[in-house]
Each structure stands twice: as structure tokens, then as C-alpha cells.
């Protein structure tokens, strides 16, 4: 089955910096990445995704690039704010299994603290 | 936010006690999820559902049972609860349309079994 490494497993930043986070994934059929955000006390909340035809998506601070033939995809967090300070998932997909499911595989999550 | 309620949202058991959690939407999905969330361990599936009355089960699933009767509920029980499954549980829906899954997460409920 699939595996996703994610690393750092924890990532300060002051104010204004930028944040990366990497993932890594085991199989090549997987072609749906996407990346949520969990604050505290509440659940996974979607933040942006890419599918394996593209390989680069942007939406306002955040952007996520995919590497298909390293299998490695990454979050990038610009100018980042107090409100940005949470854990990140990163997952992968094969999409349609034929066995009824489109199970998602979750990284095991990064802990973001951006320092005002 | 997509319109998922789970609960109880938090719970107290006893080891050896049945539990059930529930999962509710208002978005007509067809499918739907399980998770339990461990430090460590990230989010894993424990039970999913592709339809009313079709489950199947995921990674975590020994110990756990679901139902599905309606499209809108999703029922997880824990037959006899086990300090193991101690955890944060996370209901989660897709719709399955196309080739891809995006899923929205509801606000979980929080179980701890004494």
C-alpha cells in the first residue's frame, strides 16, 4: 500500500518568513495530493490540492509543487502569519481504486508555530 | 464548512463498554469515512462507506463495526471498548464524483476509555 513521509515533523518561523514542508510518497499510481490544515480542537480543514497532470498550484500565500518522477510533493507557505500557526497534513491518493473507494494515506503532520 | 456534525463530541467510557459514534450530512455524499487520530501516528482509516448499507473496511478496523442505513448517517461502534482506542475520531465525506477525492472533515469527537 501506500506510505507518505512528511518532514519536519515540527517547523518554527518568525513573521514574514516563508514555511516548507515536504512529503514524500511509495506509490507511483498515486495521482491526487492534497494538504490540509488542522487547528486545535477542530478538524482537518482542506487548504489547497494538486493532481498529478500539474506541477504547480498557487492560491494567494500558499503554493504546493509536485515532483512525479521523485514522488515528492511540498507546501510552501509565504509571508506567513500567527493565524497560519497549526498542523499540516499532507496526503496521497490513487483516486479511483475500482474496489469502491478513493482512499487518501496522511502524512503523520507538521507542527507550524509562526513567532509574531 | 461542509455540513458534517459528529457525536457525542466528547466521551468518557469504561473498558469493556459498547459505544457508538455518529456521523451526520446534510451534503448528500456518497461516501464516508472513519479515522482516529493518534499523536504520532497522523490520521488513519479505520471504516469507509460507498453507499447505503456498502462498507469496507480500512488500515485500523479490528475492534470497530459500522452501519450505514441512510446516505446521511454513518454509524461507528466499538463493541467493547479497549483503552487502545483512546483517541480522537474523525468522520469525513466525499462526494465521488470524478476521478479524484477531495474529502471534508467534520469536528470529531474525542473518546477516552478508562
Request: proline fraction near 4%.
Amino acid at each position: 500500500g501506500e506510505n507518505v513521509e512528511q518532514h519536519p515533523s515540527t517547523l518554527s518561523v518568525q513573521e514574514g518568513d516563508s514555511a516548507v514542508i515536504k512529503c514524500t510518497y511509495s506509490d507511483s499510481a498515486s495521482n491526487y495530493f492534497p494538504w490540509y490544515k488542522q487547528e486545535l480542537g477542530k478538524g482537518p480543514q482542506l487548504i489547497i490540492d494538486i493532481r498529478s497532470n500539474v506541477g504547480e498550484k498557487k492560491d494567494q500565500r500558499i503554493a504546493v509543487t509536485l515532483n512525479k518522477t521523485a514522488k515528492h510533493f511540498s507546501l510552501h507557505i509565504t509571508e506567513t502569519q500567527p493565524e497560519d500557526s497549526a498542523v499540516y497534513f499532507c496526503a496521497a491518493s490513487e483516486g479511483y481504486s475500482g474496489a469502491g473507494s478513493y482512499q487518501l494515506t496522511f502524512g503523520k503532520g507538521t507542527k507550524l508555530s509562526v513567532i509574531p | 464548512d461542509a455540513g458534517i456534525t459528529q457525536s457525542p463530541r466528547h466521551k468518557v467510557t469504561e473498558t469493556g463498554t459498547p459505544v457508538t459514534l455518529r456521523c451526520h450530512q446534510t451534503e448528500n455524499h456518497r461516501y464516508m469515512y472513519w479515522y482516529r487520530q493518534d499523536p504520532g501516528h497522523g490520521l488513519r482509516l479505520i471504516h469507509y462507506s460507498y453507499g447505503v448499507k456498502d462498507t469496507d473496511k480500512g488500515e485500523v478496523s479490528d475492534g470497530y463495526s459500522v452501519s450505514r442505513s441512510k446516505t446521511e448517517d454513518f454509524l461507528l461502534t466499538l463493541e467493547s471498548a479497549t483503552s487502545s482506542q483512546t483517541s480522537v475520531y474523525f468522520c469525513a465525506i466525499s462526494d465521488g464524483q470524478g476521478s479524484y477525492n477531495e474529502q471534508f472533515f467534520g469536528p470529531g469527537t474525542r473518546l477516552t476509555v478508562l
